[in-house]
Each structure stands twice: as C-alpha cells, then as structure tokens.
C-alpha cells in the first residue's frame, strides 16, 4: 500500500517528509497471528523485526538501524541525524489495519528503551480515509523512558468501517546523535479478542508491585504534561522537593519533609513518597518552635511550584496508597493543586486518610474536596467515594480530575466519583479561573487522620507510577 507524505500526520511535530530506510517493501505481507488457535491476530508485519527493517520507515532526520532488542534478539534503533534537537520516528509502511470495524477498540503496544534516561517516547495511532487524511480523532500516549525496558500502550476506538489505522512511535525533541531502540510492537482488535491471549509477552517480573491498567482519557484530550518517573532520580526541572520543612504545622501534622533517598526517591518507574518513623528525633531545620528537640516522623513533599501550572485540564495519577485497614492510623496521603499566585481555591484530586484497628472508618473511603479558603468564607465542599467491593485503596488505581470553567468532574479508575459546577457550588468560577500547580505529598498525624498509633506500620510508602496532565 503507498504512504503518502507525513506531513499531515506528524501534525505539531517538526519532521514533516519521510526517508524510506532499510529492506524492501511488504507488498502483499498479511496480519500476523500468533501461535495457538485461539491467540489474538496481531496486525503489524514484521512486529519482532527479526526481519530486518522490513515495512518500517523513519521521520525525517531518523536514521534507522538493526538494534538489539528485548532478550538479546533483534530490534530497531532510531538516531537524531539532524545538528539540532528534534523529533525521529518509526512508521509502519503499510497502514496495520487496512479494514477497521466501527465501534472496534485497537490496542496498540511496543517495548523502549532510550539510550539517555529522561527520553519522552510517544506511541500515536491514528485513523485515516481512503485517501490517507486523518479523520478527526486519533489517540496518544507519552512515556518519559529510562535506559531500562518499558512497555508502552495507547488504544483507539475506530469511528468508521472501512478505514484505516497508521501506527508511529515517535521520540519527542532528541538531542543530536541520542538514540532509542524499539522492539516488540503489537496493534491488536481487543472488542474482536477480547477473551484470548495478549500477542506480547510480559514485562519482566520485579519485586515492585505491578500497577493497575492505564484508563484512556475521553476523546478531545491531548497529553500536555507527563512524569512517568522512569530516570534514576527526581526530575528537578519539573518537581520542588521540600526539605527540613515544617509544612503542615498549621494542620498540626508532624513529620519533617525531607528531601532525601530515604523519604522520596525513583526507581524502577514508579516515584514513591516513604514516611519514617524515626530510630532517633531529627532536627527539622533551625527553628522548629513545635518540636525543638527533633522529630520522630519524617515523610516528603513535592510540587510543580515555580517549575509549571495549569488553567483547566485532566489531571491524572495512578498510584498505590499504604492504607492498609487497621494498620495505617495517622497517615494521609493526597495529590492536589493550589494557585500558582497564591490566594483563594484549592482542588484536592486524592486524599484519604488511614485507619486503626478500632476504627468503624474504613480505609478504602477516599475524598474529593474544593476549598474557597481556609477561613471560612464559604464552606468546603466535599464528597465521599468508596471503592468497589473486592478493591482496596493500598493497591494501584487511577485518580483524575477534570476542570473546566464552571465545572470539576472527578474520576476513579474511569468511574466517575464526584461533581461540582455552578448550580452546586455558586463560587467555582470565582476560585478557579487560574493557574494552578500540582503537589505530592503524604502527611503523618495532623487534625484530620490523627496521630500515628502503635498499630500504624513504618515505614510507609506511596507510590505512584505516573502523573499526566491532558489539555482539550
């Protein structure tokens, strides 16, 4: 099947002709399936490319190579040829699907590894007419890779019969001569398979436990922002770290924030927040007026303060709180937004707080709340979600908000949990019409969830796998 030129499909993306590299053309190669009767048919040809370069072609300024790939086998390595910063990619020269099913849900995945850690890698499929032009929705999901194996997956819900889905993996604004290597890309009808197994193999098993599924945003939302924390540190051009902090006095919580291994770290892509409790009191700071002799708990703070904010938006986590029922007491977890400029509003996406052993609350109640301010002049607003029976909060789910003028919607792993707009809440369009950053944090003690009992199990972790902030 002839390409036509990239141009249009690269959209904001700055390579806008193709280079057709390596091997000859697939004329005539068909859907792959594999092996097993009832395995699911894997539409991209020469998936593995144990073939060589066979039905791929790169981006401007992609230079394309024979890589190696996952398990010692062979994979495709994409190379910024250009002298300046710039996007490369991979292209399937013949669309993967030829034939969509209208209403059919295609899953789309591929194994990265960046040659540099920080790496943003996206994986794009995009449904076009018999002419090649796109069709008015497309679906995209970003990675932000390590040096390590990641599986990627984005899905896309065909509009029409007849048409076709292109599939790309793109790396986002390379540096000259950086690189990343691509292997095992799969594009599935998951509404026709939806009972067999997956074509692609699964990710190596570690002690870390496995996050939940990705929700696929609503159509219309394009990812704006992202930290997948898969680098070998705290990315510091997008999260303040507090430390030797006493933030929280004011709620009357008690931990020290600190920035340190110890209490806030990435590794194996996930960021996780550990509260401590100490062997030995800790000075926070020079001027602890509450705890002048040390304190017994340490935990950690971050935020985009000074680094990013947001007017508007889906704001997404997936994370694994340690709300364990009984052994959690005193810890409070939450991920949450505050003005850029200081003043009214404040947007909490998660909160929940622990629980000891005698307490009729339970732990797999969480709370979405708005604040005008801290004063008073209008009350908080506040509902209450509990997850699903057989579900608990101390493993992974995906919390998000979306804000929109004159509206918050809150969602729990797609469900969703919570709303507010004008006719519920007169003074929204007074307290959110700004921007706003993110923080990340989890307290110890404070009013709300109370003091840390001798049930509550230390350390505790929160961990979250990713943050993504969609924009319409």
Not at 207 to 219: H, R
Request: glycine letters at 8%; one cysteine or more; a negative charge.
């Amino acid at each position: 099947m002839r390409k036509r030129s990239l141009k249009k499909t690269l959209l904001a993306i700055t390579a806008t002709s193709i280079v057709a590299v390596g091997g000859s053309s697939l004329t005539g190669l068909t859907a792959q399936a594999t092996t097993g009767s009832d395995a699911a048919v894997n539409f991209v040809a020469n998936d593995t490319f144990n073939s060589g370069l066979d039905g791929w072609m790169g981006g401007a300024e992609t230079k394309m190579t024979s890589g190696e790939g996952r398990d010692a086998t062979q994979g495709v390595r994409l190379t910024n040829t250009s002298s300046a910063a710039t996007s490369v990619m991979l292209n399937d020269r013949s669309n993967a699907v030829s034939n969509t099913v209208a209403g059919h849900t295609y899953e789309a995945t591929a194994w990265v590894r960046s040659e540099t850690a920080g790496q943003s890698v996206l994986l794009r499929l995009l449904e076009e007419d018999a002419g090649y032009d796109v069709i008015d929705s497309q679906q995209t999901h970003q990675w932000r890779t390590g040096t390590a194996w990641k599986k990627i997956t984005t899905n896309y819900t065909a509009t029409r019969a007849a048409s076709s889905i292109d599939l790309h993996v793109l790396a986002l604004n390379m540096q000259p001569e950086n690189a990343v290597v691509i292997d095992d890309v799969s594009l599935i009808d998951t509404t026709e398979n939806s009972s067999v197994d997956r074509p692609i193999a699964p990710p190596t098993p570690t002690s870390t436990p496995t996050p939940t599924a990705t929700t696929t945003p609503p159509a219309g939302w394009n990812l704006a922002w992202s930290d997948e924390f898969n680098g070998s540190g705290i990315d510091r051009t997008k999260w303040k770290v507090d430390n030797l902090s006493t933030y929280g006095d004011g709620n009357n919580e008690v931990a020290c924030l600190m920035d340190r291994p110890e209490n806030v770290k990435t590794a194996d892509g996930l960021l996780t927040i550990t509260a401590r409790k100490e062997s030995a009191p800790v000075a926070c700071g020079t001027n602890d007026s509450r705890f002048p002799d040390g304190r017994s708990f340490t935990s950690a703070m971050l935020s985009t303060k000074d680094k990013i904010d947001f007017e508007y938006g889906r704001f997404e986590i997936s994370a694994k709180t340690p709300l364990t029922q009984g052994t959690s007491k005193g810890l409070w977890p939450a991920f949450w937004m505050r003005p850029a400029s200081g003043g009214i509003g404040e947007l909490d996406i998660l909160e929940a707080v622990g629980t000891s052993k005698a307490d009729s609350l339970s732990a797999n109640k969480l709370v979405h709340t708005i604040h005008y301010d801290y004063v008073g002049t209008h009350p908080q607003q506040a509902t209450t979600y509990t997850l699903p029976t057989g579900t608990t909060a101390d493993g992974f789910h995906n919390y998000a908000v979306e804000w929109a003028p004159g509206s918050i919607k809150w969602y729990v792993d797609g469900v969703l949990s919570a709303e507010r707009n004008i006719s519920t809440t007169s003074w929204l369009d007074e307290a959110f019409v700004k921007d706003f950053y993110l923080r990340l944090n989890m307290a110890v003690g404070g009013n709300w969830p109370g003091a840390p009992d001798a049930d509550t199990a230390f350390p505790a972790t929160y961990q979250v796998d990713y943050v993504r902030v969609y924009q319409r």
